[in-house]
Nanobody
Framework: VQLQASGGGLVQAGGSLRLSCAAS????????MGWFRQAPGKEREFVAS????????FYADSVKGRFAISRDNAKNTVYLQLNNLKPEDTAVYYC???????????????WGQGTQVTVSS
């Protein structure tokens, strides 16, 4: 599966952004989808994931209550709504995919290119 992320940008603290990730292929609904991020000088970290049906979602503690992941299987697209952004959310955000929602948080099978999110204070 090929993944194309978009929607990053520069936003002030407290603002919002919505990231999108379009996936290729005809079996999108069979994939667990998610997002990772990598801040400057730090390792990539898990942000959120969503099951193929969309019924299950998981979030990193650092984004719970502020970020929301969703998907539209008819459009082969997964979204990440980022609200109440903080400067520490500044990172390159990567769309990921896999077949297990449990494994995805540590070992995604597929990675898209990143999209930069910068939050100014």
């Amino acid at each position: 599966v090929q993944l194309q992320a978009s929607g990053g940008g520069l936003v002030q603290a407290g603002g919002s952004l919505r990231l999108s990730c379009a996936a290729s292929g005809r079996t999108f609904s069979s994939y667990t989808m998610g997002w990772f991020r990598q801040a400057p000088g730090k390792e990539r970290e898990f942000v959120a994931s969503i099951s193929g049906s969309g019924r299950q979602t998981f979030y990193a503690d650092s984004v719970k209550g502020r970020f929301a992941i969703s998907r539209d299987n008819a459009k082969n697209t997964v979204y990440l709504q980022l609200n109440n952004l903080k400067p520490e959310d500044t990172a390159v955000y990567y769309c990921v995919a896999g077949h297990s929602i449990i494994v995805l948080s540590t070992r995604p099978e597929y990675w898209g290119q990143g999209t930069q999110v910068t939050v100014s204070s």
